[in-house]
């Protein structure tokens, strides 16, 4: 069956432009997570979605990062006003909610460049 | 709060040899423990994970991990290095307050020499 999937798969994009990153994720997963992973910070949590709603959006670095979630599928993270410091590989990852199963399968992830 | 800490930036070891890689994790409740490994260019992919039961996990590839609560540790372990286990390794702990979304450490490049 078919992974989680993002697109675009890189992304350059000038300082001050809005950019939209889109994921799928795996047909049936209820629990969907985006992270960034930069060379100074590493790996970090940014928002998850448990069907629609996102419970938790501590980690979205500014009021410029936004996500949605749609029928419970796709998501789409929207970074407006982009700054150099955005540049960084945005990892989608997807996992079912069932309490015998917590593991989350990732996407290959959109290369994001802010000149 | 929750945390990850892998000591080890970088571990070079030889072909063959035997490998492991630190993991310490702070969490207030039960951790629920991961190990992912990325290789160059590629995605994350999980190696073994620790939910509850017995500490001593195993993972694909030929990876295992034991479950230290005294320790707070989860470090990863295999007898013998193949030249493909080069790649960047990462500690993860999530938990049911957090939606399960994961804490990661900073990871351990693992370089494999002849």
């Known amino acids: 069956g078919a992974g989680v999937s993002q697109s675009p798969s890189n992304k350059v994009t000038e300082k001050g432009k809005d950019v939209e990153l889109r994921c799928d994720p795996i047909?049936?997963?209820?629990?969907l997570y985006w992270y960034r992973q930069s060379l100074g910070q590493g790996l970090e949590f940014l928002i998850y979605?448990?069907?629609?709603?996102?419970?938790?959006k501590s980690g979205l670095p500014s009021d410029r990062f936004s996500a949605e979630r749609t029928g419970g599928s796709v998501s789409t993270l929207t970074i407006q006003r982009t700054q150099q410091e955005d540049s960084a590989v945005y990892l989608c990852?997807?996992?079912?909610?069932?309490?015998?199963?917590?593991?989350?399968?990732f996407g290959p992830g959109t290369r994001l460049t802010v000149l | 709060a929750q945390s990850v800490t892998q000591p080890d930036i970088h571990i070079t070891v030889s072909e063959g040899a035997s490998l492991e890689l630190r993991c310490n994790y702070s969490y207030g409740a039960t951790p629920y423990l991961f190990w992912y490994v990325q290789s160059p260019g590629q995605g994350l992919q999980l190696l073994l994970k620790y939910f509850s039961g017995d500490t001593l996990v195993q993972g694909i590839k030929g990876f295992e991990a034991e479950f230290k609560r005294s320790q707070s540790s989860f470090n990863l372990r295999k007898p013998s290095v193949h030249w493909s286990d080069a790649a960047e390794y990462f500690c993860?702990?999530?938990?049911?307050?957090?939606?399960?979304?994961?804490?990661f450490g900073k990871g351990t490049s693992l370089l494999v020499t002849p």
């Open positions: 990852a997807s996992s079912s909610s069932g309490t015998s199963n917590y593991e989350q399968f």
């Open positions: 047909s049936g997963h209820t629990a």
């Open positions: 993860a702990v999530g938990g049911k307050g957090t939606g399960y979304a994961l804490n």
């Open positions: 979605f448990q069907g629609n709603s996102a419970p938790d």
